[in-house]
DNA sequence: CTTGCTGCAAACAGTTTGCAGAACT
DNA sequence: AGTTCTGCAAACTGTTTGCAGCAAG
């Protein structure tokens, strides 16, 4: 599956006139192969890591470019910085954000999107995305 | 109700050892005379055409003690400013954001309020509060 | 060869902080 | 009087942009 969102990309890249390049491919590499709510600052240090000499602003750009070809989400946590995660088709969840440990608990709730689309319905509204974080205490720190 | 929240807001104030000022007692009231999800910015601005003189700092300051009085909600929508919005209790919406037009439809639905106490039960978590955010085009920009 | 891409640094926007003086209790 | 609060400016943080050189097509 990781080529076919190789695949995704380097067909949006076509279909956009934008070229492929070594940057592109590492940064797309790396960003899937992380699992969490990454930040750009994350990916970055795990970029450069491995591949020293590439830039914050490369980064930046590139992850806009994967959230415009429908390979990544931007999220906003309130954490003050922007985190992507893997956008994986036919597939959406939510999250449950603890505000004691910093933890995120994903879920999914088929009766949820659907009372989402009949709202929309009755204002008339056309969804394109969603998102719903639900905050609160996780069990471990509850007690 | 406006001396109902100046009321939450001064016994708030006295249980902190927090002090009444003039500051404090100005933005509050041009808050409770606003009614959309104003960033703070542009209660900034408001504060300072009647009242030259109060400072960014201190309306960024005095907005977050609302927020700790229970008096303001924070919300971040996508355009990289801190917004926040009354809070009435009892009373909870969440929100349909057009990406065309910056508009936003506030909707409130019990049903998903419900579902959401279920999810957040099922994994132990302790539910402080949630947001929800729809994004899409309205009926006007659809067309 | 042409044009888009990169890396760097500088610019930016929003927000926070340090501090001396002012204001509340 | 004692302490908190304010206003200002400077500091910070995350993100974007301008540009000269590099690289893909």
Redesign the pocket.
Known sequence: MILEKKKTFNDFAASK????????DIILDIFLSTHEHI???ELYLKVKSSNP??????V???L?LFAEAGLAREILLHD???RYEHVVKGEHHDHLVCTGCNSIIEFEDETIEKLQSEIAARHGFLINSHKMEIYGLCANCRR
Chains 1, 2 share one sequence.
Do not use: C, F
């Not at 000499?53 to 490369?58: D, L």
């Open positions: 006139g934008l070229r492929s390049t070594r940057q592109r930040s750009v600052e000499g590439i830039g914050h602003a490369t930046y750009r590139t806009k003050g910085q922007t």
